[in-house]
């Protein structure tokens, strides 16, 4: 790296238990060598998948905070997108891009939706049309294998094999994405990324041995480091490949340590081997 710092907005919720979104990504990207500006969405006392979270909605904040950023000058290299608190905050994402974004920046948009064929509770019928739309925007787009289908307007289990993984991040780059990596897709043992890019035919599956077992936050931890590698000059199947096996190398740490499944990922121990492998690469 240069003198200079990178710089990334990241708009997604703040959760106290359970590690995901900005617990995750504020110490993946410090340890890249990357300025981290949080935005958050809402400030959760757990994540969504714990009963009865206390939340509190930080929708008001979020256009205000963009529009200071934009009075001062506040260029930044990448804007990565992750959980929103409901339909409402589409809406607001939309009038903070174009505050946020040079003609250069990186917009990596993480679709939190749901996973394992269901939708997260928050997620209406217009807040996924919404996100479609939103979509069309991304340079790059993350969505498991549930908002794949979701996004497609399929049955939440419609993309349920590695061909249909492929045919849907081709047909999701034929809505307007740049690049769309589908997770989660596993073959043979081995669990990865499914990567289609617009100009380009054809798919690249990029994997990592799979542990047995759910594991919460696995999709956080993929996108974070995923940025990471793009804003450290990685190109994008590399940067694919360095996520994959960082989110295998927590993974098989937390099975190992037999820790809460609730917890999420023990990766804390696993950032000063991050640190190195990016610089390294």
Do not use: W
């Amino acid at each position: 790296m240069s003198g200079y710092l990178k710089r990334a907005a990241v708009v997604e919720d703040l959760s106290g238990y359970g590690r995901c979104a900005l617990t995750i990504a504020l110490p993946v990207l410090a340890v890249s060598g990357i300025e981290t500006v949080p935005m958050p969405t809402a400030v959760l006392s757990s994540h969504m998948g714990l009963p009865d979270p206390a939340v509190t909605d930080l929708t008001d904040s979020l256009l205000p905070a963009a529009n200071q950023y934009h009075r001062l000058g506040v260029d930044f290299d990448g804007v990565y997108v992750g959980y929103l608190a409901g339909e409402h905050q589409l809406d607001v994402v939309r009038q903070m891009l174009p505050l946020l974004r040079q003609a250069d920046t990186l917009f990596l948009l993480d679709p939190v939706m749901g996973d394992h064929g269901r939708l997260y509770r928050s997620v209406t019928p217009l807040m996924a049309e919404k996100m479609q739309d939103l979509c069309r925007e991304a340079h790059i787009l993350t969505p498991n294998m549930t908002e794949a289908a979701a996004l497609l307007g399929q049955p939440l289990d419609f993309v349920d094999t590695p061909e249909k993984a492929a045919e849907a991040a081709e047909a999701l780059c034929r809505n307007g994405a740049k690049t769309v990596i589908v997770t989660g897709v596993r073959i043979d043992g081995r669990i990865g990324a499914m990567i289609a890019r617009q100009g380009q035919s054809g798919t690249r599956y990029v994997s990592a041995p799979c542990e047995a077992g759910a594991f919460h936050g696995t999709g956080d931890l993929f996108a974070s480091v995923l940025l990471a590698g793009l804003l450290n000059g990685e190109d994008m199947v590399q940067a694919v490949q360095l996520a994959v096996d960082f989110v295998a190398r927590c993974v098989a740490r937390t099975a190992e340590a037999g820790t809460a499944p609730a917890g999420g990922l023990l990766f804390e121990p696993e950032l000063p081997y991050l640190g190195t492998a990016v610089k390294a690469r």
